[in-house]
């Protein structure tokens, strides 16, 4: 399961210096202003819009830039962007399956930064459908493990449209379809069990094993993708076995 979800994969991956933070704050009040256009800038009647708000005081974003794109995104205040998703697609080294999701509000930009990134790191860029067809959306919600069992989780998220548990290690994973992120969720809450991240990302169907030296390449293809301010998620197919992260971690 470890090269399949983003939370095993990126806890090795080196901790944010300060140039990473700050790109991860534009990224983190990006969301807040597109979540506010999308379903207004009242947190109480938009739950992703309070989602984002969570996920960014919890990244340590100052208040008033969360506040300040809220009111640009629900228009309350002037100077929104106009933000666009667009999706790449393509392969890394070792054939890798990669989708590059960004929020940009100049497509040039995104697609020269994009395509730059893959190209000086052993990738290449595929027309669109060449990789999107191995790869589902899907929700992800985190719990710590403390004193809990899969068992406890299982049942407080039954009922919720949960698919799976998974065990990280650490936490266990939830799994089910994106429109059931908050019903699992709120289940969670109501069993009193804390819930420590929430996620929409891209899953593959069929995963490439990978050994450290191989995921390396993928990383470094991954920290030059993530250098531009336009990309907001990457997600692959490869797959790392506890010994490949032991390694990495080394």
């Not at 790109?23 to 984002?52: C, H, Q, S, W, Y």
């Not at 290690?169 to 420590?196: M, N, R, S, Y």
């Not at 050994?211 to 390396?216: K, L, P, Y």
Request: aromatic share 4%; with cysteine.
């Amino acid at each position: 399961m470890a090269g399949h979800s983003k939370w095993a994969t990126t806890k090795h991956k080196k901790a944010a210096n300060d140039a990473k933070r700050g790109k991860e704050f534009a990224k983190l009040v990006k969301n807040i202003e597109v979540a506010a256009r999308t379903g207004g800038g009242d947190p109480a009647a938009n739950p992703t819009l309070d989602d984002m708000i969570k996920k960014a005081k919890k990244a340590s974003v100052p208040n008033d830039n969360i506040e300040r794109a809220r009111k640009r995104g629900s228009g309350e205040e002037a100077g929104g962007a106009d933000w666009e998703t667009l999706m790449y697609e393509g392969y890394g080294p070792n054939g890798v399956a990669m989708l590059i999701e960004c929020l940009t509000d100049n497509r040039n930009r995104a697609a020269t930064e994009v395509r730059t990134a893959m190209t000086k790191n052993g990738g290449n860029l595929g027309e669109s459908g060449s990789v999107s067809y191995m790869f589902t959306r899907t929700g992800v919600v985190v719990v710590n493990k403390g004193e809990l069992g899969e068992d406890d989780v299982l049942m407080a998220v039954l009922e919720a449209g949960a698919e799976e548990v998974n065990d990280l290690g650490e936490q266990f994973e939830v799994v089910c379809a994106p429109t059931d992120i908050q019903a699992v969720k709120t289940a969670l809450e109501e069993a009193g069990i804390e819930v420590e991240d929430s996620d929409q990302e891209f899953r593959a169907s069929v995963e490439v094993p990978l050994e450290a030296d191989e995921a390396r390449k993928i990383f470094r293809l991954i920290d030059a993708l993530e250098d531009s301010d336009d990309v907001q998620n990457v997600f692959t197919n490869m797959n790392l076995s506890d010994e490949v992260l032991a390694e990495l971690d080394a």
